[in-house]
C-alpha cells in the first residue's frame, strides 16, 4: 500500500463560520479526538493541520505551552502539518493591500505563524507543511484598482514571503473566491506571479476551486459554460485540466474536497465554495479521479509537490461533525486518493 502523501484532518473547521452568530465552536481537543478515532480498515489518519487561532492555539502562545501542545498531539499518534495564520484584521492581522498599519500587521501575524511552526519542526512533530496565508481583502474592494491592488497584496506577500524564508518556511495561498486578489485562477496566477518569491506557492481546495471554474466574483475568468449541464463529465474534465494545467506548478499545499457547484458560507465567513460530505449525492466532483488533476502533471506522472494531503470539511453543521462516521467516510475518501495517486517511501 501506499504511505505518501500522508494524510491528513484539519482542525479549523472547528472554528470557521462558527460563533456567537451561527453555532458554537468546537474545541481543538474535540477535534483531535475525532480525527484518531476515525479508521478504515486498519488504516488511519497520520495527522492534523491548525488554525492558529484561539480557543485552538494562541498567536502568543509560549515555547513551554506549544510544547505541552506537541505531546498531547502525539499522544493522539497524531503529526502537524500545515499552519494557518491568522492574518485578518478583526483577529490582529490586516488587509495585504491595506494601510501601511495593516500590512505590518500581516507581516506580524505570519511572522509568529513562523516561530510556532520552527519550534513544531524542531520538537519532532511537523515534518512537513506550509504556513497558509490569502490577502485579507474582499473582492469589491481589489476591483476598484485591480492592477494597483495587485501590485500592493504581491508586495505585502513577498514582505512575509522574506520573514517566512528566515524561519525556513514556505507560504501558500489559498484559493478561494472570497478573497480579492485571488478569486479566479487567472487572478490568482497574476498575483502569485507578480510576488516574485521562491517559497511562495498556492493551497489548491478542491472544494473551492470548483467555484474557480464557474466565475463567481470574476465572471470573464469562468471555465464552464453558462448553461453548463453537471451530468457533461467530458466538459468538467477538460475545465479542470485547463484550470489545473495554470494553478498546478504553483501549488505546494492541497486539500481534497468534494463541492456540489454553489456557494456558501455561515457565522463572519463570506460566501465560497460550499464544502460537502463525502457521500452528499448533489457533489459534482469524483473525489479520487479529480484529486489526480492536483497530484499528477499533464503527463500522468505524480508531481509529490508535497508530503500530506487535508481534508477540509468547514462549515459542516455540528450535528454532523460529532457523528464519528463523517470521519470515518472522510478517511475512506482520502485513501481513495492515496491509492489512486500515492506512492511509497
Known sequence: MNNYPKLHNAAWPGLVGK???SEPSIGLDKMLELTANAEVSGVKFDGIDLFLFDPHIDIDISKDE???LADKIASYNL???????PVWP??????AMGSKEDRQNFITQVRKSCEIG????EVGIRPYGVIRIDSATDPATWAKNPSESTKKIASTFAEACDVAADYDEKLAAEGEICWGGMQSWKVMVDTLEAVDRDNIGFQADMAHTLLYLLGYNKPEDRILPKDFDWDDRETLTDALKTMTAALRPWTI??????????????GSHDK???????KDPNGKLDIAEDAGHWLRDENGKLTKAFKHICWDGCMFPNEVMFNQQTWNDILSAMID????????E
Not at 503529526?79 to 495564520?85: F, I, N, Y
Not at 478583526?90 to 488587509?95: K, V
Not at 499545499?253 to 455561515?266: E, I, K, Y
Open 118 to 121: 520552527k519550534t513544531l519542526r
Open 337 to 344: 486518493v492515496r491509492n489512486k495517486h500515492g506512492w511509497r
Open 272 to 278: 465560497t465554495g460550499r464544502h460537502c460530505q463525502v
Open 79 to 85: 503529526k502537524v502539518g500545515s499552519l494557518v495564520a
Open 19 to 21: 460563533g456567537p452568530d
Open 66 to 68: 506549544l510544547k505541552k
Open 253 to 266: 499545499d492541497f486539500h481534497v474536497a468534494q463541492n456540489d457547484g454553489t456557494v456558501f458560507g455561515s
Open 90 to 95: 478583526d483577529i490582529g492581522g490586516g488587509s
